[in-house]
């Protein structure tokens, strides 16, 4: 079972969303999924997933033996995925802890932690309890330099591997050279960048409604984005425009 932490240096970067978005896509490829929302007491990749109606039990409860894991696990309505709630309240809870109730996983594939966002609240938690890590940036100056402090703390923690996902990017931008594109924040980062999601109104039009649909843009950046996840390939599948020569003009 591959444990990968999907974190990044500031909120509002979409990391939520991108934990979401690569867990349906890793299972429509038959892979067994368990999406595990590590941000106690700020939960809310239930909503993300629109599960949250339906949760029962969460991870607060495992804790405290009102339940086993396999109970607390909320299938994905979108996909073959299954969701691990987090408690409410229990901001309280220690790395220990938490890394009991992720060994406690079985029957699974990968096993993707969304960590609260910033290098505190939590991080250390969620990151030890993974083997690999996922650092979600935007191409904005403030989010790449938060994602090199949080690149940079991620090696104290002997993973794995660690990679990046750009989301948010503009290709049109990229390709006129108003935008840094995911080739350039990798090569800043000194991390590749494996998946590159574009700014896309699809996810925000269809996330209340269900999932985004397969013709979407960011959809099929997602699927790249996971086939890199799954053959643990380093290509940077960014989608580009074409025809124009691009100028950097953010130098």
């Not at 909320?74 to 220690?94: H, N």
């Not at 989301?167 to 840094?180: C, F, I, T, V, W």
């Not at 000194?190 to 397969?214: F, K, N």
Request: glycine content about 8%; some cysteine; overall charge neutral.
């Amino acid at each position: 079972m591959r444990k990968i932490v999907v974190t990044s240096g500031k909120g509002g970067v979409g990391k939520t969303t991108v934990t979401a978005s690569l867990g349906r896509c890793l299972a429509d490829m038959g892979y067994a999924v368990v999406m595990v929302d590590a941000d106690v007491g700020l939960n809310n990749l239930d909503v993300v997933t629109g599960v949250d109606s339906r949760v029962v039990y969460d991870i607060g409860d495992v804790l405290s033996g009102k339940c086993h894991v396999f109970q607390a696990l909320v299938r994905d309505s979108e996909s073959s995925a299954r969701i691990l709630p987090s408690a409410g309240g229990g901001g309280e809870m220690s790395a220990q802890a938490f890394r009991g109730v992720i060994d406690s996983v079985t029957d699974c594939d990968f096993l993707l932690i969304d960590c609260p966002a910033g290098i505190e609240n939590g991080f250390h938690r969620a990151v030890s309890a993974a083997t690999e890590a996922i650092v979600v940036t935007t191409p904005s100056a403030s989010a790449i330099r938060d994602a090199d402090k949080v690149i940079t703390l991620l090696s104290a923690y002997r993973l794995e591997d660690v990679s990046l996902a750009v989301n948010r990017l503009r290709p049109d931008m990229a390709a006129r050279g108003e935008m840094m594109d995911a080739e350039d924040i990798a090569r800043l980062l000194h991390t590749p960048a494996i998946g590159v999601i574009p700014e896309d109104d699809c996810i925000t039009i269809y996330q209340q409604l269900g999932r985004v649909p397969s013709f979407a843009l960011s959809e099929k950046a997602f699927l790249l984005f996971a086939d890199n996840v799954a053959n643990r390939t380093k290509k940077c599948a960014e989608l580009r425009m074409t025809g124009r020569r691009r100028r950097r003009r953010w130098l």
